[in-house]
């Protein structure tokens, strides 16, 4: 089965709202085996709204809409249902009964235009609410296609779909055992990543493979689905381990764990301690850190050494090496790792300096470049310069951040 989830509502349009809805429909509809085909967000015009449901009626055989079930004029997703499938509206006594009762328990009389809230589809069942006032509903139409309506609201209609919609939606599918499996890359691209594996996983149709990118953090996800628990499993455990083989190292989660907290549990295997020394990124290592419960375990702290002279009093970095190679070199990065280790009596340290932009830069470094610097045991002192896209100040810095935490993974391992 395919499913089309649409998001009604003009606000939903603005800059400031965010469609979470649909992110929660999908998560659970692909537990339950079903891909979600397309998504759309409308406005409140009757039109389009119909429009959107002939469309989605071609390509899904699960239509979902979200939002437009209130009172008011502008909530118009019943009737756009009822003009695109052909089914009359009518008020239903007892959804009016009920919501009498609903604002009688508030010590309120039910004002007229409510009312709107109990017209029910033909041949519809109704979905109660107890969170709010607009019911939600199931539609079942000729062909195996069903329409679904439920509250905007994300604290009406999360527990509806869960208690109501989801149980209704097993009952019509197949047997179907769903097995998943996820890998976390870092230190490599996504077309490189994909290149390396493409031509294993290509190979089979059931596991579904994806591969979702972000700022210097690669997933790999499998999804195999067949009518058996214990082959689902075998399937995804059989594509698993030849892409294993291929990525090797640049793995550092089979859990779906981030990479801070790979960090923090091979620290702690070890017995050792963790310090930061931040320029360019401010502080946002030591907070990925600390975001892991029992950071404190192995994190002890950092510095944020913004500007060069919070280098050399914070972390001892030398002033000859600030005007001869500037903030942002190799020697800097060095001498900062080293003196966080000192000053933090920690076994590791991690230092950032770098271009963030817009502006910036020198002709050897331009904007985009980040030296990352770590110290360790035994002397163990090393750099490294990276060079990422310029043009979008947060992406550097989130790029040097996992860039950092994955050097000290990699000297862990």
């Known amino acids: 089965m395919q499913a089309a989830i649409i998001a009604v509502g003009s606000e939903m349009l ?23 085909a397309l998504k759309l967000v409308v406005g409140d015009h009757r039109g389009q709204l119909e429009s959107a449901i002939r469309f989605a009626s071609i390509h899904a055989q699960l239509i979902i809409l979200t939002g437009g079930l209130g009172p008011t004029e502008d909530d118009l997703t019943r009737e756009a249902v009822s003009s695109a499938t052909g089914r ?39 979905f109660p609410n107890p969170n709010g006032t607009a019911p939600g509903q199931w539609l079942a139409l000729p062909g195996k296609q069903y329409v679904v309506l439920l509250p905007g609201p994300p604290g009406e209609m999360r527990p509806m779909a869960d208690k109501e919609f989801f149980p209704r939606l097993q009952q019509i599918l197949p047997p179907l055992a769903l097995s998943t499996l996820t890998y976390r890359i870092a230190g490599m691209g996504e077309s490189d990543l994909d290149t390396l594996i493409a031509p294993t996983y290509k190979q ?9 990118a972000k700022a210097g953090d690669l997933t790999i ?3 195999a689905q067949t009518s058996s628990q ?12 030849k892409l294993r083989a291929l990525v090797g190292e640049r793995i550092y989660s089979d859990d779906g764990s981030p990479l801070e907290a790979t960090v923090l549990r091979l620290l702690e295997a070890k017995g050792q301690t963790l310090a930061v020394a931040e320029s360019l990124t401010a502080g946002m290592v030591g907070a990925r850190l600390a975001g892991i419960p029992g950071a404190s375990h192995s994190f002890v702290g950092g510095f944020i050494t913004y500007n060069n002279t919070r280098k050399q009093t914070l972390l001892g970095v030398e ?15 060095l001498q900062m790792a080293a003196g966080a280790k000192l000053r933090a009596g920690s ?27 770590l110290a360790g045991p035994d002397g163990y002192l090393t750099a490294h310069r990276f ?5 979008d100040r947060d992406r550097v810095r989130q790029f040097a951040v996992q860039s950092s935490l994955n050097l000290l993974r990699l000297a862990l391992i």
């Not at 060079?387 to 043009?391: A, E």
């Open 230 to 241: 214990s082959e689902s499993d075998r399937l995804t455990a059989e594509l698993g381990a």
């Open 387 to 391: 060079r990422y896209p310029s043009g």
């Open 347 to 373: 076994d590791w340290a991690i230092s950032l300096t770098g271009y963030a932009g817009p502006d910036g830069g020198t002709e050897e470094n331009p904007v985009g470049t980040v030296f990352i610097g």
């Open 14 to 36: 603005t800059p400031t709202r965010l469609d979470t809805n649909s992110l929660y429909l999908t998560d659970k509809l692909n537990q339950l085996g079903v891909e979600v």
């Open 319 to 333: 002033s000859d090496a600030l005007a001869q190679h500037t903030e942002v070199s190799e020697p800097v990065a």
């Open 88 to 126: 009359p509206l009518a008020i239903d006594p007892q959804i009016c009964d009920w919501l009498e009762a609903r604002f009688a328990s508030f010590g309120r009389k039910m004002a007229e235009i409510n009312r709107r809230q109990a017209y029910a589809l033909e041949g519809a069942e109704v």
């Open 204 to 212: 089979y149709e059931n596991p579904v493979t994806t591969i979702l």
């Open 221 to 223: 996800h499998l999804r």
